[in-house]
């Protein structure tokens, strides 16, 4: 390269001197900085060199004209390059400062021609080939007249400088316009020139044109800008679809990006640029007046603005011929500008040294975590402070607005220069110097650890400039938002936490969905220690959106990552930075994703403040269990408002509370239901008992609404809503429990001390969940222990004087409840057996001693068993009510020896005795053989009662013997059955009472419907035989009736021989006898019996033969029956007989058809055929076809 001399420096667009190479710049600054103050005294002597103009060749990319950066007018550039040092003849000008000042007195015609001659001869000029290759240099072009600069500064819009530019302005107001070559050394991009001289186009060169065109065109007139380029066009076409989706304009939107399909405008990446996404639209708007435009700022991409020449400007002002002197104008313009960039040099330095201060923070808590002494700290950061400031404002100063090729080339110049750099200035200035220290294993304890890292200097003689040269071809990418997070090492805590901050949004996305969990750490951690609000919500943002439908291992990573970020920031934060994020999403269409929300509110309220527990997030838990469709997620919020109520402590919300009890209760998911009895209702039991509204509040309630529903439901009870309310009382016995032990005389002396006594496993019944577990209410298994033996011995010696909250369960609940019980009606199963539960439950968790003194005797109070209390005509009333079999299997079951099985049993033949012998109902009796015979315990029990029934001297009780014989069948086993059951039945079969030998035939049936022993089964058949057979019972209308009862329950389900050896042929003897019966009364009777009998076995599969021989004939004569007495059923039997015939004549008689009965499958049959004919007489007509499918009037 040639050698260079001292040049005009341009004051106006630039601050780099042309004529001076980076190494020259870069060894000495103090000298540098002399001889660019030197170069811009133009008028004192310092003249060009004459042979540095000789010595430009039209080849060197490099050669520049002197005037071209000068900053002054046409003539007066032409004075300058006139002048010789000491009257010295000035050399020839070389062919590139002629195009300058060709270009830049606006000769552009004369500029074409000279450069279309050079390219004929083959010595094409860089200058002109840029500046005409540049269409803007064309399509911009101001009312600025030839060899005249802009309003600024006069002349200060040189086109001579790199690259061939164009007129500009500084602080006046106009227009940069910018050139497509950029020339000087420092930022020369020696790749985007190939061997023959041709420019090699990059499209990225475009990666920071959009934010500059933004600041060039601000405040510009429409018919000056340029044409809109590619990639601006797919930034803007990305903003406009995102503000079109924003504002609910989704037609437009789709229609505008049909009309753009080659552009992706879910990701901003596809655009093209480097950088991170703009501001919408309305920002942008908003922000339209808003921008300061110094002249700074309006520096050419290509050079910088020094301080010192900044300073430099007003001395050679004053040294400028009289006729060039600028005007008052122009003088207050440069004084604005110089106190404008003043400013944003004090900016820059002040943000400079904030970073150096946190920076320096961070160093110094590091080194007292090592113990490092005051003294030493002081002392190494003092310096440190210095020096960086003063460093980190020339920085600020040397390195304005650069393009991207102009980043790279700096970046490659550092490292080249990184020696010279680390010997002149100490490593604690940089600011990845305290990383680097850890990284490289060096001791922090040690006092070199902050000395200079050196690097070794090649023994070479190679010129700087050959080194920039050459480092160039180091593809180091710091032109891009990734190239820069990259080049930056972050020096402290916060520095990484902004750092993590601006990267991970754009990592986020690129993870894949199955994998996205392990972010969560890194998500938490600077959300947590981000300084920024809005960066922390939004990287909060993403944690609630990190998988689009977490599963329940993802859900449980997000919540403890939320808990601990709670823990971490405090409840002020919580409140603040995270409800927000779950309030955002408590409608979102994924379930799982409200599911993480109602989740997470629960998870919460251990760390929020307490008046937001009871108010937002109760509301929002009370919203999702009010209108959420999903039962996962009402089923997790009844789970947080379990936990919320074990953290609510304003009395207001009480009600509230309640009231979503009992929306929970009702709720139609028995999951949410089973969540409410195991977390919700003992959680805010628990809160009602410190209330003291447990006693007087919540069980009083529950019981007044389950009497409310009886009252209502004497037609027809709602037995749902009884489950839901007992239930609910039988999940709150626990938590009465606890209060009825703490309340106790003996509480304050229950003390752990000595030996604690254990409790016995069987002592209370297992919990739904740990919540009802009376040791977790009371605190302890120990001090339950303690209580336990106490509230025993209290109950056994000292009675329950003063005893408040025993007495209300003794004096108010009980008899309350036995009340209620009175009133069930005792035929629902589902009823009985509910109270059955929770008398069963009360009793076990309050103990025997209770139950034996403070319960059974209520109960004996009221039933009064006795022989003297039987009223023959009616019977006694409450022994046919649902007391009895609550109160036994309810209370008599609670405890199993020996002395409570014989009570029961008592109890139980006690009640035969009386329901017999008082002509009584027997259903309180069945039901609770039904409820009993359910526990395979109590069957040896229940065949005891049964057997004092058989041998009891009253027929009425041996006849209810044998009917509850029927009952007990079906539960036991095939063993019991052959020993006990069979024996007693054969022995009342031969009663001498008829009743009671027609009272064993639905047993005997029953036996035959389960039991597979054939045995027992022949046993059964014989004795069925001799009722049916025996000429004693022909005219024994009630047997008959009795047997063809039964024959119709057990016909379908008994073994496939009995019914076709024994039920079917003995069904047609009982038909043909029905025929010749003179009682109308008798005869409708019996062949209503027959009718129900005869459909119930259609649906068995008959063989062809006993179809001919019995089934049929059999329904013949049930028809003649039937024409006399109920011809409604002789249109079904004759269709019923069709079917049969036909099915017999066309020899179709196949496998069973399932549940599908002959009369069934008749009408099907029919029904298909209308169907089809109707469909016949159609035409094509839609309306008449729709006609076919309406209900007849």
Known sequence: MAAMAPG????????????????????????????????????????LDPGSADSLSPQDPVALGSSARSGLSGEAAAAAVALGGGGETPGRLSIDAIAAQLLRDQYLLTALELHTELLESGRELPRLRDYFSNPGNFERQSGTPPGMGAPGIPGAAGVGGPGGREPSTTSGGGQLNRAGSISTLDSLDFARYSDDGNRETDERVAEHEVPLQERKNYKSSPEIQEPIKPLEKRALNFLVNEFLLKNNYKLTSITFSDENDDQDFELWDDVGLNIPKPPDLLQLYRDFGNHQVTGKDLVDVASGVEEDELEALTPILGNLPPTLEASQTVQNSLLIQKLEDKISLLNSEKWSLMEQIGRLESEMNFLKNEHFAISAICDSVQPSLDQSSHKDSEDSEQNPVTNSSDKGQNKDIHLSKSDEVDSTIPKENFPNSFPRREREGMPSSSPSSKNTVHFDKPNRKLSPAFHQALLSFCRMSADSRLGSEVSRIADSEKSVMLMLGRCLPHIVPNVLLAKREELIPLILCTACLHPEPKERDQLLHILFNLIKRPDDEQRQMILTGCVAFARHVGPTRVEAELLPQCWEQINHKYPERRLLVAESCGALAPYLPKEIRSSLVLSMLQQMLMEDKADLVREAVIKSLGIIMGYIDDPDKYQQGFELLLSALGDPSERVVSATHQVFLPAYAAWTTELGNLQSHLIPTLLNKIEKLLREGEHGLDEHKLHMYLSALQSLIPSLFALVLQNAPFSSKAKLHGEVPQIEVTRFPRPMSPLQDVSTIIGSREQLAVLLQLYDHQLEHEGTTGWESLLWVVNQLLPQLIEIVGRINVTSTACVHEFSRFFWRLCRTFGKIFTNTKVKPQFQEILRLSEENIDSSAGNGVLTKATVPIYATGVLTCYIQEEDRKLLVGFLEDVMTLLSLSHAPLDSLKASFVELGANPAYHELLLTVLWYGVVHTSALVRCTAARMFELLVKGVNETLVAQRVVPALITLSSDPEISVRIATIPAFGTIMETVIQRELLERVKMQLASFLEDPQYQDQYSLHTEII??????????????????????????????????????????????????????????????????????????????????????????????????????????????????????????TKTKFLNKMGQLTTSGAMLANVFQRKK
């Open 8 to 47: 005009g420096s341009g004051s106006g667009g630039g601050g780099v001197n042309p004529f001076l190479s980076d190494s020259d710049e870069d060894d000495d600054e103090v000298a540098a900085t002399e001889e660019r103050r030197a170069g811009l005294r133009l008028g004192s002597g310092g003249g």
């Open 1045 to 1166: 009862k039964t024959f119709g329950r057990v016909g379908p389900n008994a073994e496939p021989r009995f019914r076709d050896e024994f039920v079917i042929p003995h069904l047609h003897k009982l038909a043909l006898v029905n025929n010749l019966q003179i009682v109308d009364s008798k005869r409708l009777d019996i062949a209503t019996h027959l009718f129900e009998a005869y459909s119930a076995l259609s649906c068995c599969f008959i063989s062809e033969d006993l179809m001919v021989n019995h089934f049929l004939p059999g329904l013949r004569c049930l028809r003649i029956d039937m024409e006399h007495l109920s011809p409604e059923h002789e249109v079904i039997l004759t269709s019923m007989i069709k079917e049969c015939e036909q099915k017999v004549e066309n020899k179709t008689v196949q496998e069973p058809q399932g549940s599908m009965s002959i009369a069934a499958s008749l009408v099907s049959e029919d």
